[in-house]
């Protein structure tokens, strides 16, 4: 995945529809998520460069959705289904 603003706004806008927040803030800490009352939140540093946010929605992504959900827009699907197999790719290199 190219790392792009575009591309940024492309995975928040697929999060926040399956009723994630998404929130930048500053401090000493890494990216993740975590459920909150049974709220979804994902905080991302707010430092961190375009790549590292887009790096570490995906890798959110491929956590959060072990398979791809059927509910999701066809253009939504191959987006999480292109992060699912990098993720695999990477695990059988490393």
């Known amino acids: 995945m190219r790392h792009s603003s575009a591309n940024l706004k492309r995975l928040e806008a697929i999060l926040k529809s399956d009723g994630f927040t998404i929130r930048y803030e500053k401090g000493n800490f890494q990216s993740g998520y975590c459920l909150l009352e049974n ?3 994902i905080i991302i540093n707010k430092f961190f460069d375009l790549k590292n946010k887009i790096d ?15 509910y999701f827009l066809p253009e939504d699907k191959s987006i999480v289904e292109s992060i699912l197999k990098n993720n695999l790719d990477l695990k059988l290199v490393a």
């Open 39 to 41: 709220k979804k939140v």
């Open 56 to 70: 570490s929605l995906c890798a959110i992504i491929a956590l959060v959705y072990p398979v791809v959900p059927e």
